[in-house]
């Protein structure tokens, strides 16, 4: 009896075993669904931020005081250092057919020409289309690399991002150096890589790493990020993120770590 009694007992261990085992399995190789909405928020927020730059640098140089927006500063366009609010109140379409609302207000030492320099920018409740952005600042400083290649250093700081795929709070220390039309006066002959990393929360829980393995390319020419590679992280897991061949498209492909793939549908950025 005792023997039957053990032999029972081992087998029901056995079972219990092996099944453990089975989930643990399991539970490694599903991938996480929560990791592919933080690499889709992530690539919207990144495409946001270029979107919001490009925005500052086109009105500040142009200092079109129409109605919308409204455009104010405390020295004279040239004078730094500066401090420029773009107001769009309660929302405008502008000449360009961007719905925005809400403040953006800029500190600037100097002309972002000049090494050196840096900008603040702060928001008030401003929103861009279907995105809005809650609070953080973002800072920008003007640099050289080794070989005297125009560069940018953004830092993002607690940036909260509120779209149609959720929200997301972004902090980023992200390069961008100019690695063509640095010899010309033309804006849009221009290239950019832009290298570093970011952490940041999906829905107010869901954390997660993103680092750029490969540097990201922008063209002037293109509204897009047109190649480069970057994995998103969380909890052990990676998805990698494949901007794409250097043709002008608005998708990036993510892959689990299964081999699973899904496509993103990049926000322009002008």
């Not at 869901?206 to 680092?211: C, G, T, V």
Request: aromatic share 6%; hydrophobic share 35%; with cysteine.
């Amino acid at each position: 009896m005792k023997n039957y009694l053990f032999m029972g007992l081992s087998a029901i261990a056995l079972f219990i075993v092996s099944s453990c085992q089975k989930t643990a399995e399991n539970e490694i190789s599903i991938p996480d669904s929560s990791l592919e909405l933080a690499a889709t928020n992530n690539a919207e927020s990144q495409m946001a931020l270029e979107s919001i730059e490009y925005l500052q640098d086109e009105l500040l140089e142009s200092r079109d005081n129409g109605t919308c927006p409204e455009i104010t500063s405390t020295e004279p366009k040239g004078i730094f250092p500066n401090t420029v609010t773009i107001d769009y109140g309660a929302g405008c379409t502008d000449k360009k057919g961007r719905f925005h609302s809400g403040k953006i207000i800029i500190e600037q030492s100097d002309s972002l020409k000049n090494t050196g320099a840096i900008r603040r920018t702060m928001f008030a409740d401003f929103g861009m289309d279907s995105m809005r952005i809650k609070n953080g600042e973002i800072l920008l400083s003007h640099g050289q690399d080794a070989n005297g290649n125009t560069q940018f250093v953004r830092k993002t700081m607690a940036l909260t991002f509120t779209g149609p795929k959720g929200t997301i709070e972004v902090n980023a220390h992200h390069i961008r150096t100019q690695i063509q039309g640095g010899e010309t006066n033309e804006k849009s002959d221009d290239v950019w890589k832009m290298e570093g990393e970011s952490t940041g929360t999906v829905e107010g829980n869901i954390k997660f790493q993103s680092m750029i393995k490969e540097a990201l390319i922008l063209k002037n020419s293109c509204p897009f990020i047109v190649s480069g590679k970057e994995t998103i992280s969380r909890n052990g897991h990676i998805i990698n993120i494949d901007f794409g061949d250097g043709s002008c498209d608005r998708l990036a492909k993510g892959t689990t770590e299964n081999g699973k793939e899904f496509l993103i549908v990049l926000r322009p950025r002008f």
